[in-house]
Nanobody
């Protein structure tokens, strides 16, 4: 069974850094994309960053994190890391790793079919 496992969430002071990790297991082919989403209490889910592997590989970031967060991966397309620097109070949220393993997805699309359990990031002043 395909699963995504995240780690790295923690409590940190504003201006600090954290590195989130996500690895897939049980897969038999590469995903169309891997991404990080977050959801703060009372707010909607926001896509923070994504590796989109089809249609001309590219990395996309939410405007709110550009210049502060960096998405990276190793040789495998099934594991990603999110380096978060200069963390702000507004970054406090549950962070979820997600991946699109749908073989029928449009080229260049990123519509997650699998989600991790989430890892909490709390930024305090």
């Amino acid at each position: 069974q395909l699963q995504l496992v995240e780690s790295g969430g923690d409590s940190v002071q504003a201006g600090g850094s954290l590195r989130l990790s996500c690895a897939a297991s049980g897969y038999t082919y590469d995903p169309n994309c891997m991404a990080w989403f977050r959801q703060a209490p009372g707010k909607g889910r926001e896509r923070v960053a994504a590796f989109i592997y089809t249609g001309g590989p590219r990395t996309e970031y939410a405007t709110s994190v550009k210049g502060r967060f960096t998405l990276s991966r190793g040789n495998s397309k099934n594991a990603v890391w999110l380096q978060m620097n200069d963390l702000k109070l507004d970054d406090t949220a549950m962070y979820y790793c997600a991946a699109d393993y749908n073989l029928g997805s449009y080229v260049g699309a990123c519509n997650p079919t699998h989600w991790g359990q989430g890892t909490q990031v709390t930024v305090s002043s």
